[in-house]
């Protein structure tokens, strides 16, 4: 079944593809790979904000990994699923506890990979919950993880992210630095536009002018 998962496309498979395969699995007896089908139909109905679809298929998946202690890290993969569908519908309180057990089957699973994206879901649930206190303390977390793992992307990732809330909340001079290491390896025009206007942001706001025109020319 892996050969045919990885061939499953969240964006362009249909329906028809996930119940064939799922079916395949059910008539084996293999109600693991039932699971993983279940949590990537469940992504596939999240990408087309079919969102009831989406926890069905992800409420049945869960239940079935709670019989596959192996698959900890697929677990861990639809606890972060079932946390995004939560805050894609402002409730981000309720993405909070999957998002600590998604943290405790990745630590299960010995696949420390994504820990840091895990706790940069948390810090935004928590910035959204106006909670900034909680929020960067989890990006502070997710940022000591990726340097841990020597993991550049997920560094500046999270850099970028604590610096930008730094500047929202009164402590540019703190996200500048931040913002500006991360700005240094990027490679997506869509990242750094992002980040140029952040930054731009964060110059603007301890006065520094000619900095934030040129980094807000830059994103344009």
């Known amino acids: 079944f892996s050969a045919s998962l990885g061939s499953l496309d969240t964006g362009t498979s249909h329906d028809a593809d996930y119940a ?4 395949r699995a ?3 007896g293999d109600g693991c790979e039932v699971a993983d089908i279940l949590r990537l139909w469940g992504d596939k109905d999240f990408i087309a904000q079919n969102y009831q679809a989406a926890m069905e298929h992800y409420q049945a998946s869960s239940r079935l ?3 596959c202690p192996a698959l900890a890290s697929q677990h861990a993969f639809l606890e972060t699923s079932m946390g995004r569908l939560e805050r894609a519908q402002g409730r981000a309180a309720a993405a909070l506890p999957h998002y600590q057990r998604a943290l405790n089957f990745q630590r299960q699973s010995g696949d420390l990979t994504y820990l840091p994206q895990t706790y940069n879901a948390i810090a935004v649930a928590y910035e959204a919950m ?4 909680h929020a ?8 000591d993880e990726a340097r841990r793992l020597h993991s550049q992307p997920f560094i500046d990732f999270l850099s970028a992210n604590l610096g930008s809330t730094y500047a929202r909340n009164g402590q540019a001079k703190r996200g500048i630095p931040l913002l500006e290491s991360a700005m240094g390896s990027l490679k997506s025009d869509y990242l750094v536009c992002i980040r140029a206007d952040q930054l731009g942001e964060a110059y603007r706001r301890v006065g520094r002018l000619p900095d934030a025109a040129a980094q807000f020319d830059r994103a344009v």
């Open 20 to 23: 064939a395969l799922r079916q």
């Open 26 to 28: 059910a008539a084996l």
């Open 65 to 67: 990994f709670a019989r």
């Open 130 to 133: 106006g909670d900034i206190p």
């Open 136 to 143: 960067i303390t989890y990006y502070r977390r997710g940022l």
